[in-house]
């Protein structure tokens, strides 16, 4: 069973940075497509940005385009969301996923990581 563990979230004024950090326990997950996900109170959970597992193709939410970086590496078998620019309406429960490639199901997820930036 693989199991996706999140760090680095914790709370930012408004313009600083966070990294969150996405690590699989169980096996590697280097051929899935890797994502973020957030969901913030009161709120459905929404997509945030996704990176491909051979070309590193990426695609970002409207909301965080220009601010936030996906990254993975391969050989560490771990996943990065470099967050800039903070803005309180990014404040939400962080959450990595894992997609096989040629499917739309995100099949595993993570726990979910706090980031909270006070307005």
């Known amino acids: ?3 996706l563990v999140e760090t680095g979230g914790g709370l930012v ?4 940075s966070l990294t969150l950090s996405c690590a ?18 009161g709120k459905e959970r929404e997509f945030v940005a996704l990176i491909g597992w051979r070309f590193g193709d990426v695609a970002y939410a409207d ?7 996906i990254s993975r590496d391969n050989a560490q078998n771990t996943m990065y969301l470099q967050m800039n620019t903070l803005k309180p309406e990014d404040t939400g429960v962080y959450y990595c996923a894992a997609r096989p490639t040629g499917t739309n199901s995100w099949d595993y997820w993570g726990q979910g990581t706090q980031v909270t930036v006070p307005s």
């Open 63 to 69: 909301a965080v385009k220009g601010r936030f970086t």
């Open 13 to 16: 004024q408004a313009g600083g």
């Open 1 to 3: 069973q693989v199991q």
């Open 24 to 41: 699989p326990s169980g096996r590697t997950l280097s051929r899935y497509i890797m994502g973020w996900f957030r969901q913030a109170p």
